[in-house]
């Protein structure tokens, strides 16, 4: 005879909700919530930067383009009316054409790369700080160490209990000898 435990509704609710603020307080979830806020905002800082501050004089010692422009026509297809003639709006000839659009991956690339290098920096900035620690450590345990070791020098071993009794098989041999 199997026994049905019924949990209520409330009981589940109040399990799930314990789980997830134990889920939520650890700390590394908290630290990636902070990071990807931090990242978003980071990331509409360099895009702002690429966008505003870097590409417009570069567009300007290109002759004036705008990155977001630049394309390459890849096809050219001329717009017919139902009766299969080409369209023409005010004298101009309508054209669907397809284009690559590069102008607008040179901005992303631009920016990846801002992106990745702030993050070099970051890095390397951390672990050489980390690696002056570590040998602040090091040099610290170090000297600590030593001061230990002129307030206490070290006792020597004791000998080995063979070495022990050789050794006083031989004095007493060199007593005898006297």
Do not use: C, W
């Amino acid at each position: 005879m199997s026994k049905q435990i019924k949990i209520s509704k409330e009981q589940r609710k109040k399990g799930f909700l314990s789980g997830f603020k134990n889920f939520i307080m650890r700390g590394n979830v908290i630290d990636m919530a902070v990071g990807v806020i931090v990242g978003g905002a980071f990331g509409k800082i360099v895009t702002s930067l690429v966008n505003d501050i870097i590409l417009p004089p570069i567009g300007v010692l290109l002759g004036g383009v705008e990155f977001r422009d630049l394309q390459a026509l890849i096809h050219q297809k001329p717009v017919l009316d139902d009766n299969g003639a080409q369209v023409v709006i005010d004298g101009i000839a309508q054209f669907n054409n397809v284009y690559i659009r590069y102008g607008n991956l040179i901005q992303i690339i631009l920016e990846f790369l801002i992106i990745a290098f702030s993050i070099y920096i970051i890095l390397y900035i951390f672990i050489k700080r980390k690696e002056q620690e570590q040998k602040f450590i090091a040099e610290e345990k170090a000297r600590l160490e030593k001061l230990e070791a002129e307030k206490n020098p070290p006792k020597p071993a004791p000998k080995p209990e063979d070495i022990q009794l050789l050794i006083e098989i031989r004095d007493l041999l060199k007593k005898n000898e006297k």
